[in-house]
């Protein structure tokens, strides 16, 4: 019995250390101290000062959609690249916090801020809810679930009177006058999307270097030991799947605000949905870095696509090429071969 | 001695087999309990009941004095209860380090991330891993991760460690280090109940050995009174001839 108090005495000293971490907020602590916090904050700082400097419209609408799909793609990553879910109706998110900040700004007179953050969390926890029903499936019935889901919300709100059934709201122009008029609004929202997207990336890591991230991870590489070892995956996964609407819900918000229309079929996208998947798995999957250059990449690619006469038309069979050739050939994504080739990078990135 | 482990007329059925039946058995505080018994004789299956893996059909399981019948896995890892797989089941994608922290974060021990590494640390000691704690867990060799997964379970700083047959595949020097492991977490005080077909291991390390048999129990006793006993003899070791029985011991 003395042998025994001695093992044990030894981890109530590791545990009594516990308190202390607890009192500084581990993680905050942890990532403000990392170099790759100073990247994210770096990337944001970017993303609003370059084309505010030079008042570059142009480049302020590429860049927003850049940043639109890095928000998207860095949260569908907590639950693809984290969890292991392919949650290929993520778009849902986007969407039915479009339509219901939407609603609010025009029925409601709600300020757009409000309007947005009430889109997120009612969005949340709509997918906390649903979350604890489907993710009982696993593999191709969990990623047809959400598809389900995605379609489902999509059939209801082409019905939803309220909401504009088929055709969907407009928003009268005058929506934008608290916000010094439309032009002056455009620039608000975009630096509010950079803010969300900065927050993403935030998350992402913030999630990552997390007692709550390594059981996502865990559950990731292998859901029945991971239950073993004490992870409470349903739980865990429902966060997950609810943590990843939020920031999604948010940006598809400002984003419907911006363009000033919203309808079931721009906002329940599946295609957009499946590009997500692409941008993250051309980045690298589970990858905080991955998930935003993939974003980034893709979104470029296709810019140049859509605008070079030969290809416009074929901007899907390019995505769909890109994910078979990933999936074949580079499973690790961008990320996975720069971590291959440099294994000293893992260190300074995440 | 108290009891740590009580399992009371525990039955599963798979389809048309019946995997364990009304099988009883104790596990005492400290102590080292051996199960035993041909292929097939349902003591995976056994385990899979105990941790949550599957609910029993019939029967109880009270684990320090908690009825813990019916409930999930990690439900039953905060209790205090780890396992090892027989059939190993890394985090391959992960460090050795990552895999034990998962447990010591999620188990018994429930410690937050930075305190977590600590115990790592000290179970990684224990069974011999520390120098490849930033090793992927997939590139560990088959021993390798048979430690890992010893590790994995001691970091969670369980109360009872149920150990599926942690020695198989192993050669015989690795064998005789994993002895001398084992024994060291139970003289840590940790109760521990184990599969294994390497006799002489068993034999030697057991305080009691129950020994099972198409899903029921054959016999019970100390590891003496189980090489001696006609029907363990019969249905496990072999034929009834007296070299079997001496070699056994």
């Known amino acids: ?350 | 001695m108290t009891a740590l482990l009580e399992v009371t007329g525990i039955s599963k059925r798979f389809g048309g087999l019946q995997a364990v039946h009304d099988l009883s058995l104790t596990v005492l505080d400290g102590e080292i309990l051996g199960l035993i018994g041909p292929n097939g004789a349902g003591k995976s299956t056994v385990f899979n009941l105990i941790n949550g893996v599957y609910p029993p059909d019939k029967g109880r399981i009270v684990f320090k004095g908690q009825d813990i019948t019916g409930e999930p896995p990690y439900r039953i890892a905060r209790h205090g209860l780890a396992r090892t797989h027989q059939i190993v089941q890394p985090l391959v994608g992960m460090t050795v380090l990552e895999n034990c922290t998962v447990g010591a974060c999620f188990g018994r021990a429930h410690l937050p991330l930075g305190p977590a590494r600590e115990v790592v640390r000290e179970a990684a000691e224990i069974v011999g891993l520390t120098d490849r704690l930033d090793d992927l867990a997939g590139q560990l060799t088959t021993a390798g991760k048979k430690r890992l997964e010893l590790a994995r379970a001691l970091s969670a700083r369980p109360e009872l460690l149920l150990l599926d047959e942690v020695l198989a595949g192993l050669n015989p020097t690795e064998i005789e280090r994993m002895i001398t492991v084992i024994r060291r977490i139970r003289d840590g005080g940790i109760a521990i109940l184990m599969i294994e077909h390497v006799m002489r291991a068993i034999m030697s390390l057991s305080d009691r050995i129950v020994v099972l048999n198409l899903g029921g129990k054959l016999a019970e006793g100390t590891p003496r009174e189980i090489a001696s006993n006609p029907d363990v003899i019969a249905a496990y070791l072999g034929e009834p001839e007296p070299t079997a029985a001496s070699r056994g011991v």
């Open chain 1, 1 to 350: 019995m003395a042998a025994h108090k001695s093992f044990q005495g030894a981890t109530e000293a590791a545990a009594l250390k516990s308190k202390e971490y607890r009192g500084v907020s581990p993680i905050i602590w942890h990532i403000w101290r990392r170099p790759f916090t100073w990247l994210i904050a770096l990337v944001g700082l970017a993303f609003a000062l370059l084309p505010a400097l030079g008042d570059n419209v142009q480049l302020r609408e590429s860049l927003l959609l850049a940043a639109v799909y890095i928000t998207l793609a860095s949260n569908l990553n907590i639950v693809l690249g984290y969890t292991g879910y392919v949650n290929f109706g993520n778009i849902v998110f986007f969407g039915l916090g479009g339509y219901i900040c939407v609603y609010l700004v025009s029925e409601w007179l709600w300020p757009l801020s409000a309007a947005a953050l009430i889109a997120g969390i009612s969005v949340s926890l709509l997918a906390l809810i649903f979350g604890l029903g489907i993710l009982r499936l696993r593999g191709a019935f969990f990623a047809l679930a959400t598809i389900g889901v995605n379609e489902a919300v999509k059939a209801f709100v082409s019905n939803f009177e309220p909401w504009g059934g088929a055709t969907g709201i407009y928003l009268s122009l005058e929506v934008y006058e608290p916000l010094g008029g439309p032009r002056q609004a455009l620039w608000t929202v975009y630096f509010l999307i950079v803010a969300v997207m900065t927050g993403s990336l935030f998350l992402s890591y913030a999630i990552k270097s997390s007692k709550f991230g390594l059981g996502l991870l865990a559950i990731g590489e292998n859901e029945d030991a991971a239950a073993v070892l004490g992870v409470h995956t349903p739980l865990y996964k429902a966060l997950a799947y609810s943590v990843s609407a939020f920031l999604p819900a948010i940006v598809g918000g400002l984003f419907f605000f911006k363009t000033g229309i919203i309808e079931p079929g721009g906002a329940f996208d599946l295609t957009r949905s499946i590009e997500t998947i692409v941008m993250v798995m051309l980045g690298g999957l589970g990858t905080v870095t991955g998930a935003a250059l993939g974003a980034f990449l893709y979104e470029e690619l296709r810019g140049v696509l859509l605008t070079t006469e030969a290809f416009s038309h074929f901007q899907l069979v390019i995505a769909g090429l890109l994910l078979l050739g990933i999936v074949l050939f580079a499973p690790g994504g961008l990320m996975g071969f720069i971590y291959g080739r440099w294994p000293r990078v893992r260190r300074l990135l995440a």
